[in-house]
């Protein structure tokens, strides 16, 4: 079965400043789908980025981006210029033709003024 | 257009009472999911439904739980005999057509059961 794991439960920074959350997956397939899913406090799960496995290129999304490291399975989201409105849990998610999302744990980010 | 829509926001039960929770998918998708977020398991998928298709009923937790999808579009989820551990946010989402088109969440409902 596939897994996901985010070993940072909480992080925090400063406004303006970049941060990484770190993100690792279990899988023997070569097809397959990762996205990062925020939830502020207003329980609304939104899509920050989704990768395709079988692309090379990292997605990017304005301020966001992923690491993607195929052979590593790791998946790491970059949040640059970080705002206040960034201040959110982070799901890292995985997809592969289980019609199921499959989730990490989460980490809570908080940025501070 | 509008997004994933779920009733109650927030619905709290007495133990042994059966609850209906409501997700209203975005217009065209055909694919509609339930998870469960708890503190201590996190976020489970419960059930997948696709079309016209027997769904995925393979996350449900035990056989208290039960859904179903009318005429492709608005689903419900019902529990029955509720139990303090089925304290939990409810997620609805909705996809194009399953497979790995992205998932939209609604804005959960809040189960408590004292």
């Known amino acids: 079965a596939q897994t996901v794991t985010q070993s940072q439960p909480e992080m925090s920074v400063q406004e303006a400043e970049t941060v990484t959350l770190s993100c690792t997956y279990d899988?023997?397939?070569?097809?397959?789908?990762l996205f990062w899913y925020k939830q502020p406090p207003s329980r609304q799960m939104i899509l920050v980025i989704r990768?395709?496995?079988?692309?090379?290129q990292n997605a990017t999304e304005n301020r966001f981006s992923v690491n993607f490291q195929k052979a590593a399975k790791s998946f790491s989201l970059k949040i640059s210029d970080s705002q206040l409105g960034d201040t959110a849990m982070y799901f890292c998610?995985?997809?592969?033709?289980?019609?199921?999302?499959?989730f990490g744990q989460g980490t809570r980010l908080t940025i501070n003024p | 257009g509008a997004g994933v829509s779920q009733s109650p926001s927030n619905k709290v039960t007495e133990k042994g009472k059966d609850v209906e929770l409501r997700c209203d998918p975005i217009s065209g998708h055909t694919a509609l999911y339930w998870y469960r977020q708890s503190l201590g398991q996190g976020l489970e998928f419960l059930i997948y439904?696709?079309?016209?298709?027997?769904?995925?009923k393979s996350g449900l937790p035990s056989d208290r739980f039960s859904a179903e999808r009318t005429g492709g579009s608005v689903s419900t989820l019902t529990i029955q005999r509720t139990q303090q551990e089925d304290s939990a946010v409810y997620l609805c989402?909705?996809?194009?057509?399953?497979?790995?088109?992205?998932?939209?969440f609604g804005p959960g409902t809040r189960l408590t059961v004292l």
């Open positions: 439904f696709q079309g016209n298709s027997a769904p995925d």
């Open positions: 990768q395709e496995a079988y692309k090379q």
């Open positions: 998610a995985f997809f592969q033709g289980a019609q199921k999302l499959v």
């Open positions: 989402a909705s996809s194009l057509s399953g497979g790995a088109y992205t998932q939209y």
């Open positions: 899988t023997s397939e070569s097809n397959y789908y």
